[in-house]
């Protein structure tokens, strides 16, 4: 099993662009998340989709949209990239919303110019 | 949104020495976790506990769980090079917080000198 996967890796974006960061987990895990991370603030909760069908937001989701598009596929839409989003963007999923561990991707690392 | 405070946010030990990181929180909690990220890594599930006053160990490390559910800590025994990493705790409030919520600390980055 892949477990949770996340693309692409690595992304350079000029300012106003757009784009989507994909994740998809064959867990058949319930939940999923899209974290970012930046030096020294450790890891903040951009939008989480607590089952299929919903989403909420997390700590930090201005700039940002989600869709989750089945039960696998969680998406990340930056609509117009600024240099704040620069980060390292961790997707994760977890068998329940509340008490279950979570188990991440291995991250895209997006510098925005 | 949840206030987790966790220190230190940097330890630099010699290989052998004893680590200890703290998690702390203004409200009780439902549970904590704690996770590893080792340098250029993604975080990995080390452990979850529930219960007031829970201790769980794995090898060298020690895991607590505060009696009043508002603290926790993560003590390393002896540390070895392949403890390097920075160490999290992850928490979801007791009441009041949205389903699905894990806040997570700033971690503690531990540096093992060999």
């Known amino acids: 099993n892949a477990g949770v996967t996340q693309t692409p890796k690595f992304q350079v974006l000029k300012t106003g662009q757009s784009m989507t960061l994909q994740c998809a987990q064959d867990?058949?895990?319930?939940?999923m998340y899209w974290y970012r991370q930046d030096p020294g603030m450790g890891l903040r909760l951009i939008y989480y989709s607590a089952s299929e069908g919903t989403t909420d937001k997390g700590e930090v989701p201005n700039g940002y949209n989600v869709s989750r598009l089945n039960k696998r596929e969680f998406s990340l839409r930056l609509e117009s990239a600024a240099p704040s989003q620069t980060s390292v963007y961790f997707c994760?999923?977890?068998?329940?919303?509340?008490?279950?561990?979570?188990?991440f991707g291995n991250g895209t690392r997006l510098t925005v110019t | 949104g949840q206030q987790v405070m966790q220190i230190p946010q940097y330890q630099h030990v010699q290989e052998g020495e004893d680590f200890t990181t703290y998690c702390n929180s203004s409200t009780t909690l439902s549970n904590i976790q704690w996770y590893k990220q080792r340098p250029g890594g993604h975080p990995v599930f080390l452990i979850q506990l529930v219960k007031s006053g829970e201790v769980k160990k794995q090898k060298r490390l020690t895991f607590q769980f505060g009696e009043a559910k508002k603290n926790s800590s993560l003590h390393i025994t002896a540390t070895q090079t392949t403890d390097v990493g920075t160490y999290f705790c992850a928490v979801q409030a007791d009441r009041g917080s949205t389903l699905g919520r894990l806040y997570f600390g700033r971690g503690t980055q531990l540096t093992v000198w060999p």
């Open positions: 867990m058949n895990h319930n939940s």
């Open positions: 994760a999923s977890s068998r329940t919303p509340q008490g279950s561990p979570l188990h």
